[in-house]
């Protein structure tokens, strides 16, 4: 394998200004934390633990370029009852580091597969948001045995395209990341209900840091899955998207309509939420996940 570090960061320069971001972001975390290092043939993942080891074990997977930071609204709440550990993906923005790029669904479900392994966590709870929600959709795909739940949160694409939209804002914020750019991509991803005031200024800072300072090289595209294969589907899922989405190419009643082909699927849709759901409407979102966890509880002896 070669061992050289596909870097998000030009130099080390823009590598440290994004670093002082993080970690000031990371300060205003509610709740006790560890960070840590697990690595995987595709590099080092970074992940942000917290909870009792004790309790189920809950993995979170954040959306593209939004960092383990975005789960600082719910960490308090899900690390109460469960052992959360929040993964960042190689190649995307945050600590990890990148090896080899998971460049198919094969290698990004086998990336998940290597870190739960090396985790030593079996029967556990998973939930991803935007393109963490389909690299959670794609390794319960792949590898359904290993999941006692799956949570999704706006997914990207997996049940619909992504709306046409969604490149023309999000893509030249990446390209050229002015603070105008960054705060019209994420405006338009919010509900009309909400503005960036919602997000902690930390927070607010972070992202600008990201798109300034890194370049995202995880060299994957979500997909959408046939109807086949989501009837096929074993595992126990949670699909959420909030009233005023915007990604999907579809109206979200038809989105919600072809989720549900996977035969045990728990749906809602939040009022005054955009695609920033869990932030926008974190009350809700932690009440929706944790009685949807609770109803599928880990076997006991499972890690």
């Known amino acids: ?3 050289k570090v596909l870097s998000i960061f030009k130099n080390d320069e823009t590598k440290a200004r994004f670093t002082a971001a993080y970690d000031q972001a990371l300060t205003e975390w509610p709740v006790p934390y560890e960070s840590c290092f697990v690595t995987t043939s595709f590099g080092m993942t970074h992940i942000i633990k917290s909870g009792e080891r004790s309790n189920p074990p809950l993995l979170l997977i954040h959306g593209m370029t939004a960092t383990s930071l975005m789960w600082s609204p719910n960490i308090a709440e899900w690390s109460a009852y469960y052992y959360v550990n929040c ?11 990148l090896l080899k790029q998971m460049s198919s669904n094969e290698a990004a479900a086998e990336w998940l597969q290597e870190l739960a392994a090396e985790l030593q966590l079996n029967d556990f709870h998973l939930l991803g948001h935007s393109m963490g929600g389909f690299l959670a959709l794609n ?6 045995k290993r999941l006692r739940s799956l949570g999704l949160l706006a997914p ?24 105008y750019m960054i705060d019209r991509a994420f405006t338009w991803c919010m509900s009309p ?16 840091a990201s798109y300034k300072n890194c370049k995202p090289k995880l060299g994957l595209l979500p997909t959408v899955y046939s ?3 989501q009837s096929q589907l074993k595992v126990p899922t949670l699909f959420i998207v909030g009233e005023d989405e ?27 939420a955009g695609h920033f759901l869990s932030i ?24």
């Open 139 to 144: 390794f319960a795909m792949a590898y359904p």
């Open 280 to 303: 926008e409407q974190k009350e809700e979102i932690n009440r929706l996940v944790l009685d949807f966890l609770a109803k599928h509880p880990t076997a006991p002896g499972h890690a």
């Open 156 to 179: 990207a694409s997996s049940f619909a395209p992504l709306s046409r939209m969604f490149y023309f804002h999000m893509i030249p914020a990446v390209m050229f990341p002015t603070k």
């Open 87 to 97: 993964i960042e993906v190689p190649g995307d923005f945050g600590k990890s580091m």
């Open 1 to 3: 394998m070669d061992t």
């Open 193 to 208: 209900h909400h503005n960036l005031n919602l997000l902690p200024m930390s927070y607010r800072a972070l992202i600008t």
């Open 227 to 229: 109807d086949e294969e």
């Open 246 to 272: 915007v990604i999907y190419r579809e109206a979200i009643p038809d989105v919600l309509a072809k989720a549900s082909r996977i035969p045990d699927i728990t749906t809602a849709t939040v009022p005054r």
